[in-house]
């Protein structure tokens, strides 16, 4: 059973950091793009960063370039995103994301994506 398991969210002010991880059990998603999302209430689910299997290309979205950091360590079936400078527009529950078929590349829509961690709260307080 593959499951995905985000941890790290919490409460934290404007200005400040947090750094959410991504376990991965159940089979490794070392050979493929994986990807955050996030969603606050009543919006969408809105792509937030991915990066590519070996961690050679990252992408983000422009409301969080500059600000978060992907990364991983597929030894360990981990992905990160470090946040800083968080903004009260960050707070929203945050999810990881992985394919069902490997990905070459990274995609920003949520449907190509099967496999959903729980989702982890971040709310950023002014």
């Known amino acids: 059973q593959v499951q995905l398991v985000e941890s790290g969210g919490g409460l934290v002010q404007a200005g400040g950091s947090l750094r959410l991880s991504c376990a991965a059990s159940?089979?490794?998603?070392?050979?493929?793009?994986m990807g955050w999302f996030r969603q606050a209430p009543g919006k969408e689910r809105d792509f937030v960063a991915g990066?590519?299997?070996?961690?050679?290309?990252?992408y983000y979205a422009d409301s969080v370039k500059g600000r978060f950091t992907i990364s991983r360590d597929n030894a360990k079936n981990t992905m990160y995103l470090q946040m800083n400078s968080l903004k009260p527009d960050d707070t929203a529950v945050y999810y990881c994301?992985?394919?069902?078929?490997?990905?070459?590349?990274?995609?920003?829509?949520?449907?190509?994506?099967?496999?959903w961690g729980q989702g982890t709260q971040v709310t950023v307080s002014s």
């Open positions: 990066i590519e299997w070996n961690s050679a290309n990252t």
């Open positions: 159940g089979r490794t998603f070392s050979r493929s793009a």
């Open positions: 994301a992985a394919p069902k078929y490997s990905l070459g590349r990274v995609y920003t829509e949520p449907d190509k994506y099967t496999y």
